[in-house]
């Protein structure tokens, strides 16, 4: 049975994304509407001015948003399934929503006849992980029936898996509104098909260096997000070169050449100068705060105590 679900995240206090998705998918059949969490930007918003304003605002936004929710609920056949975000505490606000289904993180929810978790500890081959971070480990060793995700704001699908971009994000930097899109992915048996549907600057990105590593869906200005900023492809070969040597063993410690060697291995053709680059990465990995990795006693390398979406 194929299973046709509109997937979208990352509105940020936005509602006029969201009206925007309604308004071009109204007339479409879906059996699941997947939201994958941040609906405020409250995080943010405590730490330009403090905590207490930031919950304000985002118990605020959440009120806002959950009548537009609710019309998404009422647009799939088995309703909304949903997650909160970083920017959303995690849930850790004054204010509950009470629309659809929550993704539980410490067990696994059916709905209609689709299993669903958030926790990586109940994934299993007939389980869809619908989380807000991206999980780097995930990239090259995922057994689930699909996962879900956003939090980059880089949207990809490799395999079974895909990121869903953002519905709308402000500029760190100059405060400029960006708007992108959301995704019809069709569900079933032989895997997840998607397309990519745009109501502001996605595109889709096949980049020719790093195909590989799926197929991206970027703002055009932005293009490949490995060839914008290299760090990201050697954090995800981190996190996926040290899980895939760890995960069924006892080991905590891995050594450079086995990571490299490992990395290597899960492409079939990799970029030139993968290995050079990589080993160079590695050996300033200390100037990277948002590696997975870091240095054990010994100089082995070892999961980050504060890993960042590992």
Request: charged share 30%.
């Amino acid at each position: 049975m194929t299973h046709r679900i509109l997937v979208m995240g990352d509105n940020h206090g936005d509602v006029r994304s969201l009206r925007r998705v309604l308004d071009d998918a109204d007339n479409d059949p879906f059996d699941y509407v997947v939201h994958v969490g941040d609906y405020t930007n409250a995080w943010r918003t405590a730490r330009q001015d403090d905590e207490q304003t930031g919950k304000e605002r985002g118990r605020e936004q959440l009120e806002a948003v959950e009548p537009v929710l609710e019309r998404f609920d009422e647009l799939a056949a088995h309703g909304l399934v949903w997650v909160y975000g970083n920017q959303d505490y995690f849930g850790d606000l004054d204010y509950e929503l009470s629309v659809g289904t929550e993704v539980p993180d410490d067990g696994v929810v059916t709905v209609g006849e689709v299993a669903f978790t958030s926790s990586l500890d109940h994934v299993d081959a007939e389980t869809v992980l619908v989380t807000h971070l991206e999980h780097w480990r995930l990239a090259d060793q995922f057994d689930g029936r699909a996962h879900f995700c956003g939090n980059s704001h880089r949207g990809r699908q490799k395999g079974r898996r895909l990121n869903s971009a953002f519905l709308q994000v402000r500029d760190p930097r100059t405060e400029e509104r960006r708007v992108g899109g959301y995704f019809v992915a069709e569900l079933d048996e032989d895997g997840l098909d998607v397309e990519m549907r745009s109501i502001g600057e996605l595109t889709r990105v096949e980049c020719e260096r790093h195909g590989e590593r799926g197929v991206q869906f970027q703002p055009e200005s932005r293009g490949c997000m490995f060839c914008n900023e290299e760090g990201t492809l050697w954090r995800e070969m981190c996190a996926s070169g040290y899980y895939g040597l760890t995960h069924d063993s006892d080991r905590e410690t891995v050594d450079d050449e086995d990571l490299i060697d490992y990395a290597a291995r899960l492409w079939e053709d990799p970029p030139e100068g993968f290995r050079e680059r990589f080993e160079s990465y590695l050996a300033e990995l200390a100037d990277d705060r948002y590696s997975p990795l870091t240095r054990a006693d010994g100089g082995a390398l070892t999961l980050a105590e504060n890993s960042y979406s590992y």
